[in-house]
């Protein structure tokens, strides 16, 4: 059925299935290609198309281009799907450039290029998107605190949530005492993604690797990018490629005190802990099996949440005496890491 719909709707031949990640993608001949779900209305699309543009102009290399169907279609229907194609650039990847020094490129590459799309537009908004989610999990917290017979999961949602409510409230006090978001330049703003980690980029093969797919593409602060990218090597507890990443990414961008401050605060958000209480809790009991991922998936943070926070820890000791001279990290607090 895959490889009926692929010639029916692009007039190409499947000769071989791959999967990249969670996509299903395919070979025609010499060139590579993935499906990707249509997710984000057509305005999102088009700015993020022309912000592809413009970075294939600016020499960013490998990005991949969308492929319309033979009726000239951006999406399409395939096994049942609204899908989006994308084709993987052709000519091998001469950059030399690694991982984060490509990142570094990307972000001076893509400076300034609003998009008119509130959506994309996270640039400036840290703060109101945090407090929205975190009154998100104090409603849940609530909800479950009032429940008569509660699942294991929620024993450990009541229990760990006061501290990662701590962590939430330092992260946007620091974003504000720090990071001074509200007073960012107008003129840092870049093309960031969604959740950048190291691997985020897909490979076809040795020559062509590095990929980028558009669809994945905001606008933002660099610091995004270069926290949730040292967020995924300490949650890993992978310190030499943490170290690797900011050595390449420095290559190209220096990181200045106030986008340190921001990196710490994203660090210091935990993310990771409020996206699985929001998967959990928005799709309660729809699904048994999802649930025990979902419980073995929060052991799982738990038992590495103190070799993260000593990870996240050192990290900001180690830059922010020469960023902020260290002043509010190190001072007293009344919470607990």
Do not use: F
């Given at each position: 059925m895959f490889e009926k719909n692929i010639y029916d709707q692009y007039g190409l031949y499947c000769d071989e299935k791959y999967q990249f990640g969670q996509y299903e993608g395919f070979r025609?001949?010499?060139?590579?290609?993935?499906?990707?779900p249509s997710l984000r209305r057509h305005d999102h699309l088009w700015v993020q198309l022309e912000w592809a543009e413009?970075?294939?102009?600016?020499?960013?290399?490998?990005i991949a281009e969308l492929v319309t169907d033979m009726g000239g279609n951006a999406v399409t229907r395939?096994?049942?799907v609204q899908q989006l194609l994308f084709q993987f650039p052709e000519e091998e990847d001469r950059s030399g450039l690694s991982e984060?020094?490509?990142?570094?490129?990307?972000?001076?590459s893509g400076k300034g290029w609003v998009p008119e799309v509130n959506d994309l537009h996270l640039y400036g908004h840290w703060l109101d998107f945090w407090e929205t989610r975190i009154e998100q999990l104090e409603a849940y917290h609530r909800t479950v605190d009032q429940r008569f017979q509660k699942t294991a999961f929620d024993q450990q949602f009541l229990y760990t949530f006061p501290y990662y409510l701590g962590r939430a409230e330092t992260a946007m006090q620091w974003l504000v005492e720090e990071g001074h978001e509200h007073t960012l330049s107008?003129?840092?703003g870049t093309v960031n993604h969604t959740r950048f980690k190291p691997g985020a980029w897909m490979v076809a093969d040795e020559n062509r690797t590095q990929v980028k797919l558009p669809l994945s593409f905001v606008y933002d602060h660099p610091a995004r990018d270069v926290?949730?990218?040292?967020?995924?090597?300490y949650e890993q507890d992978d310190l030499a490629l943490a170290t690797e990443f900011l050595e390449a990414y420095t290559r190209g961008q220096s990181i200045q005190p106030?986008?340190?401050a921001l990196v710490g605060a994203r660090l210091l958000f935990p993310l990771t802990y409020v996206e699985l209480m929001e998967e959990h809790y928005l799709n309660e009991g729809t699904n048994e099996g999802r649930s025990e991922v979902e419980e073995a998936q929060f052991e799982q943070l738990l038992e590495r949440e103190e070799r993260y926070m000593k990870r996240m820890s050192q990290c900001l000791l180690d830059t922010l005496p020469g960023a902020s001279e260290g002043h509010w990290f190190m001072r007293d607090r009344a919470f607990i890491y």
């Open positions: 025609s001949g010499n060139r590579y290609y993935v499906l990707m413009r970075l294939k102009v600016k020499g960013v290399p490998q395939v096994d049942g984060g020094e490509t990142l570094a490129m990307m972000h001076e107008p003129y840092l926290g949730e990218c040292l967020r995924h090597c106030q986008m340190w």
